[in-house]
């Protein structure tokens, strides 16, 4: 069964930067997509960035575009976050997820495993 493990969180100030990591194990494919999502209290869950598995194409929120970036290590099943100018409003938990076929990629219905989450806190 699929697992995923997210890491990295933190508290940084507005400007800084954070690289989450998402361990992923028991996938039997090598084509499927992974993606970050994140959650502020009292809102909805969004997604942040995709990656496909395999082919490496990727996709992103407007709130990521020019900021975030979402990458593969095959070796070490390892899908990556690296965000930069973080923002308070970037504040939230940020979640791991995978899915074999979702479309569009935003559809966290979709996804059918999660980690556990991991918590940015952006301070002013």
């Known amino acids: 069964q699929e697992q995923l493990m997210e890491s990295g969180g933190g508290s940084v100030q507005a400007g800084g930067s954070l690289r989450l990591s998402c361990g992923a194990s028991?996938?039997?494919?090598?084509?499927?997509?992974m993606a970050w999502f994140r959650q502020a209290p009292g809102q909805e869950r969004e997604g942040v960035a995709a990656i496909y598995i395999g082919l490496g194409s990727t996709y992103d929120a407007d709130s990521a575009k020019g900021r975030f970036t979402i990458s593969q290590d095959n070796a070490k099943n390892t899908v990556y976050l690296q965000m930069n100018s973080l923002k308070p409003e970037d504040t939230a938990m940020y979640y791991c997820a995978a899915a074999s076929r979702v479309s569009p990629w935003t559809r966290r219905d979709q996804y059918t495993y999660w980690g556990q989450g991991t918590q940015v806190t952006v301070s002013s």
């Open positions: 028991g996938y039997t494919s090598n084509r499927y997509f």
